[in-house]
């Protein structure tokens, strides 16, 4: 089947301690891209990456980083997670970077720093 | 920049009725692509229609269509024949094969009334 795994689905942590949010897809897609859906601010995406080795920021990137060594994997690293960054988080691949592909979405991560 | 406007956080539909979701966005790039999106109480993400830019027919999917304003910069979904199964937060993105970023808006949470 296809999809889009995220894990953990929840989260529960205390400030300062790095936690890593796992992403993987099994469509050989080549673009994938990390959100967070906060109330009333809708989705807003933090990274995106366009294949092996291609990142970039996307409107929230502070306090996040990712890595793309194998196109399946787009692991989402907080270093040193704060209260603010408590939020749902979605992961997301497409089978190509040009917005005719619809993105496929992992079913979210729910994150809450203490 | 990239701007999606949602100006609606509430719309509530007669099961049966008809129902219009309005979106607005902003964009310099003339090759880019819009999007509505649905997130049901389950929190999935999926796909309900999309529209490239250039084309100038609205995509239609079943009971879903859109009202494409290109001049307008306007893009609403039309739910005709509204179904409880519709009740789900909405969300209009736009992205752009230039810049590769996905823009959301704050979304719309529609309800459906029996």
């Known amino acids: 089947e296809a999809q889009v795994t995220q894990n953990p689905r929840y989260l529960i942590t205390v400030t300062g301690k790095k936690l890593t949010v796992t992403c993987s897809q099994n469509?050989?897609?080549?673009?994938m891209s990390w959100y967070r859906q906060d109330p009333g601010l809708g989705l807003r995406q933090i990274y995106y990456?366009?294949?092996?080795?291609?990142?970039d920021k996307g409107d929230v990137p502070e306090g996040y980083k990712v890595s793309r060594k194998e196109k399946r994997n787009f692991p989402l690293i907080l270093e040193s997670p704060s209260p603010n960054q408590t939020s749902l988080y979605f992961c997301?691949?497409?089978?190509?970077?040009?917005?005719?592909?619809?993105?496929?979405f992992g079913d979210g991560t729910r994150l809450s720093i203490l | 920049a990239q701007t999606v406007t949602q100006s609606q956080p509430e719309m509530s539909v007669q099961e049966a009725e008809t129902v219009t979701l309005s979106c607005t966005y902003d964009?310099?790039?003339?090759?880019?692509?819009l999007f509505w999106y649905k997130q049901p109480p389950s929190r999935q993400m999926i796909l309900v229609i999309r529209?490239?830019?250039?084309?100038?027919q609205n995509a239609t999917e079943n009971r879903f269509s859109v009202n494409f304003q290109k001049a307008a910069k306007s893009f609403s979904l039309k739910i005709s024949d509204s179904q409880l199964g519709d009740a789900a937060m909405y969300f209009c993105?736009?992205?752009?094969?230039?810049?590769?970023?996905?823009?959301f808006g704050t979304g719309t949470r529609l309800k459906v009334l029996a």
């Open positions: 529209q490239e830019a250039y084309k100038q």
């Open positions: 964009t310099s790039e003339s090759d880019y692509y």
């Open positions: 993105a736009c992205t752009t094969s230039g810049t590769y970023k996905y823009i």
């Open positions: 990456s366009m294949n092996v080795e291609v990142t």
């Open positions: 469509m050989n897609h080549e673009y």
């Open positions: 997301a691949s497409s089978y190509e970077a040009r917005g005719n592909q619809p993105q496929h």
